[in-house]
């Protein structure tokens, strides 16, 4: 069993910051990459960014300049730093891990449950 614990979602006024935390715990044997992705009302889910076990990123366009995506191999936790908010950035953001139960297993995906962000105009 894996579990994704994310937190740092709420309100902010455009123009604010917040940083959004995603730790996963369980049956872990290595985790390869992580990101966060996000999902806003009547549209489909969409990569927000990546990042591998060895830190190279990889960012939506709309995104680029604001966000930065971060993580901390020994606590398995990947982080997202969102500067600049804009109400388009609303949305329910989920994090994803590649994770491996065993060396001779998987890896898997495994999504979190998502924290909304609502930024205000």
């Known amino acids: 069993q894996v579990q994704l614990v994310e937190s740092g979602g709420g309100l902010v006024q455009a123009g604010g910051s917040l940083r959004l935390s995603c730790a996963a715990s369980?049956?872990?044997?290595?985790?390869?990459?992580m990101g966060w992705y996000r999902q806003a009302p009547g549209k489909q889910r969409e990569l927000v960014a990546t990042?591998?076990?060895?830190?190279?990123?990889n960012y939506a366009d709309s995104v680029k300049g604001r966000f930065t995506i971060s993580r901390d191999n020994a606590k398995n936790t990947v982080y997202l730093q969102m500067n600049s908010l804009k109400p388009e950035d609303t949305a329910v953001y989920c994090c994803?891990?590649?994770?491996?139960?065993?060396?001779?297993?998987?890896?898997?995906?495994?999504w979190g449950q998502g924290t909304q962000v609502t930024v205000s105009s």
């Open positions: 994803k891990t590649a994770y491996r139960p065993a060396p001779w297993k998987g890896p898997y995906d495994y």
């Open positions: 369980g049956s872990i044997f290595s985790i390869n990459d």
């Open positions: 990042i591998t076990k060895g830190g190279s990123t």
